[in-house]
């Protein structure tokens, strides 16, 4: 069975898809960028885009009834490598000590303008 997760507390979709999915135990969510719940892109440093970002993956996250120690897998995309750095300190943060599997990959753009954009994958309690 596959149940939509949907909250205000992370910006709507900007296209045809879901905030995130439900199914066979895990939580899939689509890729977040850094806009705030009322759909305007914060526009600032990686890291402050990486802190929004953050920020609605947590509230979605939280709408699926699990949290970051639930996460085994993300993907995330910057723009610029060169903000590598940058980016970790703040997605490492969110992260104990056992953070989750994760692939970086650079792309040549993102919706919106956007820096940074991180997906996710969770185990469901």
Known sequence: ???IVAT???PAAVGPYSQAVRSGGFLFTAGQIALRPDGTLV???VAE???QVMNNLAAVLEAAGCGFGDVIKTTCFLVDMNDFAEF???YGSR???APPARSTVAVSALPKGASVEVEL???LP
Request: hydrophobic share 30%.
């Open 121 to 123: 994958v969770a185990r």
């Open 88 to 90: 970790n300190g703040v």
């Open 1 to 3: 069975m596959t149940t």
């Open 95 to 97: 992260f104990g000590s």
């Open 49 to 51: 885009q990486t802190e």
């Open 8 to 10: 205000d507390k992370a």
């Open 43 to 45: 526009e600032g440093t």
